[in-house]
């Protein structure tokens, strides 16, 4: 009799992939054809095959932060290219290397979300980063130096990417598909943090104020950090003037300098008691 209530009364696949690679060594058994469906990468990667994996691509990150009891989190979006301080020599631009305090802010940012995170056993306001370096790195060490755990979510790009040393291992995941990856990071967010960043930065930053903007996802603190940096990217005033926004939708974002003002704000909106309240407190 089977006890294993992950398997139930009948044979499971894992054991009949373990059988497949026994199988004797003929032309039909050679076959691609024979291959069991969900064992054959070459038909996984058809064209035809693209809804499901995506399907796939949504559930296992999905199924292994429910197993860890991960309810909400803490989003960081920012430059890949912000160097550390103690790395200022990697930076390409004398610009660059003045936004290594972007890294620094990031990073005191999480350790004190994760502080409270570690409260909660780490299921409550855990930091998200896009896993690479910059500004995500900042976020995922400042979870380490606070003694917690941090997601990473990174992306199969064309130019070599790893993930950075300080994302919690069993939470470091990979994407081929960027809108999945996308759902991800805003699943459970209580609070998103934009640091400088460039396209990819900025693309998730319109892409949540416009889900917030339009009620696709309930209202949370989204902190930009950098207010001269941002006002000299975005026009934000030119927008409202032209009519295509609306001035409230001014106030659907908070600028910010500094982890301490970014906590404030994180603290006032959950005493004001509106929606995308950030529990644990």
């Not at 620094?104 to 979300?113: L, S």
Request: glycine content about 8%.
């Amino acid at each position: 009799m089977n006890n294993d209530p992950r398997k139930g009364p009948f044979r499971h696949a894992d054991q009949d992939l373990a059988s497949a690679r026994h199988v004797p060594d003929t032309p039909q058994a050679r076959s691609a054809a024979y291959r069991l469906a969900f064992a054959d990468p070459d038909f996984l990667l058809r064209d035809e095959l693209r809804p499901v994996r995506l399907q796939l691509e949504l559930l296992k990150p999905q199924l292994d932060l429910d197993a860890r009891g991960i309810l909400s989190t803490v989003v960081l979006f920012g430059g890949a290219r912000i160097p550390s301080p103690d790395r200022q020599d990697s930076a390409k631009s004398d610009a660059l290397r003045d936004m290594a305090r972007y890294y620094t802010e990031a990073r005191r940012f999480a350790q004190a979300i994760t502080e409270r995170s570690v409260a909660s056993g780490c299921t409550e306001n855990v930091i998200v980063t896009g896993g690479g370096p910059g500004v995500m790195e900042a976020g995922n060490r400042g979870a380490a130096d606070a003694g917690g755990c941090s997601i990473g979510l990174s992306i199969v790009l064309p130019h070599e990417q790893v993930p950075n040393e300080f994302v919690t291992p069993e939470l470091c995941f990979n994407f081929h598909y960027f809108g999945i990856r996308k759902m991800h990071f805003l699943l459970r967010a209580k609070a998103i943090a934009v640091f400088p960043g460039g396209f990819g930065t900025l693309d998730e930053l319109f892409e949540s104020l416009t889900l917030i903007q339009t009620g696709r996802m309930e209202q949370v603190p989204v902190l930009l950090f950098g207010e001269k940096f941002w006002r000299s990217i975005v026009n934000w005033d030119a927008l409202v003037e032209a009519g295509t926004i609306a001035p409230a939708d001014l106030d659907l974002f908070r600028f910010v300098e500094t982890a301490e003002d970014a906590m404030a704000v994180i603290d006032g909106w959950t005493l004001s008691g509106r929606r995308g309240e950030i529990p644990g407190r």
